[in-house]
């Protein structure tokens, strides 16, 4: 059985070109771990429940993104995957690091791919739960249910506001504990968030940077082996979508859980993490 790790005792910052907060422990192979957005999200938020187990097998770094938990917003000036895979190099190179393995859920998926396409030898194996930007929906609607409720959250921040959304990104709500909303509220008011959320999100549709390759279109150009993993549930990004990558990626491998929605490293917990340590050989 596991222990949990102690937030104030894995916490480390380094500065440079970024100013980047993460978490480490574990020795060995090295494993990034890059965490969704949302209102609230941190690396330790998505990934505290799997550090110690993973810590167990390889040196682990959960990574605060630029923007998120406590590494600080700048300007954005780039779509903000590529402002963050560019972030991800510095921290490699800033820690001596020539060649990882990475978990990325949501929006770090999306990170975590275009650090793949943009420095293809400094990654070994993946695996992108929910992954933003590879999914292509023909079914869904366009704009899902979790991203409608993101966007009700940041135009009008209640706890209610939160509730809602966080029941889109859960297929089983028994595992949303008041603590978790708590502690997202708490994130998600401090002074600036709500504005740099939104400044993130607003990249994508910058026409500064309409020149810039859609990820999905690139998915045949992602050549390391890659685990994708949705949940059947998921209301954030169908799961669906997850259908597309997988045939256009040439080493892909898609696994797909029922009773689960966007979050299935906590929802899925065990399940979860058998099956990357299976995956990534550990």
């Given at each position: 059985m596991t222990t949990s790790l102690d937030f104030d005792l894995t916490s480390k910052t380094i500065e440079g070109e970024y100013t980047l907060h993460y978490h480490e422990a574990g020795t060995g192979p090295v494993l990034l771990m890059l965490h969704g957005s949302g209102p609230g999200v941190s690396g330790w938020s998505n990934f505290a429940g799997n550090f110690p187990v993973f810590?167990?097998?390889?040196?682990?770094?959960?990574?605060?993104?630029?923007?998120?938990?406590?590494?600080?917003?700048?300007?954005?000036?780039d779509v903000y995957p590529r402002v963050a895979a560019d972030a991800v190099r510095f921290f490699l190179d800033e820690l001596g690091i020539d060649q990882v393995d990475i978990v990325g859920n949501s929006m770090g998926g999306n990170v975590g791919a275009t650090f793949a396409l943009l420095h293809p030898e400094r990654v070994r194996r993946m695996?992108?739960?929910?992954?933003?930007?590879?999914?292509?929906?023909?079914?869904?609607p366009p704009v899902s249910e979790g991203s409608r409720r993101l966007f009700e959250f940041l135009a009008n921040p209640t706890r209610e506001g939160m509730v809602a959304w966080v029941d889109t990104m859960v297929g089983n709500p028994?595992?949303?504990?008041?603590?978790?909303i708590d502690e997202r509220m708490a994130?998600?008011?401090?002074?600036?968030?709500i504005a740099n959320t939104f400044a993130i999100f607003q990249t994508f549709s910058d026409?500064?940077?309409?020149?810039?390759?859609?990820?999905?279109?690139?998915?045949?150009?992602?050549?390391?082996?890659?685990?994708?993993?949705?949940?059947?549930?998921?209301?954030?990004?169908?799961y669906e979508g997850g259908l597309f990558p997988f045939r256009q990626m040439p080493n892909a491998e898609l696994h797909v859980f029922s009773r689960c929605g966007h979050w299935a490293q906590i929802e899925r917990k065990d399940e979860f993490e058998r099956l990357t340590l299976e995956f990534l050989g550990r």
């Open positions: 810590a167990q097998h390889y040196r682990t770094l959960i990574l605060d993104m630029p923007g998120f938990g406590r590494s600080p917003a700048r300007e954005w000036n695996v992108l739960m929910g992954p933003g930007g590879l999914a292509v929906n023909s079914f869904a028994d595992v949303v504990s008041d603590a978790l994130n998600a008011l401090t002074p600036g968030a026409p500064r940077f309409a020149d810039r390759p859609q990820l999905w279109a690139q998915a045949a150009q992602v050549q390391q082996e890659t685990l994708l993993i949705w949940g059947r549930d998921d209301r954030m990004l169908p």
